[in-house]
């Protein structure tokens, strides 16, 4: 992240601060996030990406424009375990991580789905098995398979968010430079063939500079956040993603982080973590908010 990108977000954290637009403010959903460790290791400056790892206590994190084709496990305390390489990938802007279970197997997808420079139509995902600690730290490129996706029409693709919807394996993105942020959608990972998808608007979001977003394991709460707020929604019985998004969301208390970038929800979805990365040297925190037990009645 240059200097240049930064000032230019922290103008929008103050232009966000005043757009707390719909959201309902309450605290019986989920309690005070909890700072588990600091990030400290020197090659996760610009961490903007996270999703819980099949092992437990763990994550898979990885840097945004600058790093290579690289993804980073990390332990609740945020230190580094291991890093992992893609071979023979070169990446433009990862923004997002997520996984998929195919055939039940486990797999990773990092989206390559940064367009700072409006000048991308088709953003990449690149999807592979998921590897554990002994395995080589190099991914074969026989294993990657690359998935093209880009808006309808005419517009330029520019995200930092996906999310895999565990029900039904649907993708979906948010877009983050429209003035509404729009959530899209496509069946990339049911056809196991076709390579190129065209995304299809799901639901309009009267807020802007969604940075973030995560479904949890049972398909039916999902979170998006931006750079001051973070918003939950939890889907009734028989209802789309896009009929959801309609309602009125949750706003979760949330003291922002210094450029918060990710979010995902633990693999049992009793909560949920964040992540930031660290400009001009400020500190990072792997956060856990807990679930208070009483929201799952609600």
Known sequence: MNIARTKVLLVIVLFLSGFRIYAQNNKDYFKTQVP????????????????AAHEEGTFWVHNDSGDGANIYLIDRQAKLIKSF???????IDCED????????????????????????????????????????????????????VKFPG??????????????????????????????????????????????SKVAEL?????????????????LIKN?????????????SWGETLQSKPIEVPYSVEPQGEAIAFDKDGTGFYTISERPFGLKSYLYYFGKNPKSNDK
């Open 36 to 51: 588990l460790g600091e990030l400290t290791d020197p090659g996760l400056k610009e961490v903007s990406g996270i999703v």
């Open 85 to 91: 390489s893609l071979e023979g990938i070169d990446v």
């Open 97 to 148: 991580i997520d996984r998929v279970k195919i055939a039940d197997k486990n797999y990773l997808v990092l989206a390559d789905i940064g367009n700072n420079l409006g000048k991308r139509t088709w953003a990449c995902l690149y999807v592979f098995p998921e590897p554990s600690v002994s395995d080589s730290s190099l991914i074969s490129k026989k294993n990657i398979k690359t998935i093209f």
């Open 154 to 199: 005419q517009k330029r693709l520019d995200a930092e968010s996906i999310m895999v919807d565990p029900t039904d394996n649907t993708l979906y993105v948010v877009s983050k430079r429209e003035f509404q942020s729009s959530v899209y959608s496509a069946p990339v990972f049911r056809n196991r063939k076709q390579q190129y998808f065209t995304l």
């Open 206 to 222: 009267p807020f802007t500079f969604a940075t973030a977003a995560a479904i949890d394991p049972t398909g039916k709460e999902l």
């Open 227 to 239: 750079i001051t707020t973070i918003f939950y929604w939890k889907r009734k019985p028989g209802e």
